[in-house]
């Protein structure tokens, strides 16, 4: 199998991403918030978005509760359209993901 896929995550790159985050293990943390995911909790998730230029290379994917991926998901939401009006806007996902455990710490 390929470890770069173009277009969305398809189903079988999805599998195999799961099997060798999990690979050995019955739990594997939320790349964001650090909490024990099982394998049907987890979402495979891009680093830098796809929308933001990030790619479906196996190093741009990791693994993140579903509460942790829709917060991060509405901050890239938020960068594309600041884009979309002209702005300038760098991004650095090692900015948003210290971010989001800004927000999740607060949460919590």
């Known amino acids: 199998m390929s470890k770069n896929y173009r277009g969305k995550l398809g189903r079988l790159a999805r599998a195999e991403f799961l099997r060798r985050a999990f690979a050995g293990r019955r739990r594997a943390p939320c790349a ?32 993140a509760c579903a509460r942790c991926a829709s917060r991060k998901s509405a901050l890239e939401a938020g960068i594309c359209n600041r884009r979309s009006k002209g702005h300038r806007v760098e991004v650095d996902p ?9 927000d999740v710490a607060r949460s919590a």
């Open 32 to 63: 964001i918030c650090g909490a024990p995911l099982h394998v049907d909790e987890a979402t495979v998730d891009h680093v830098l978005a796809s929308a933001l230029g990030g790619s479906n290379a196996f190093a741009n994917l990791q693994l």
């Open 94 to 102: 090692a900015k948003l993901v210290a971010i989001l455990r800004r």
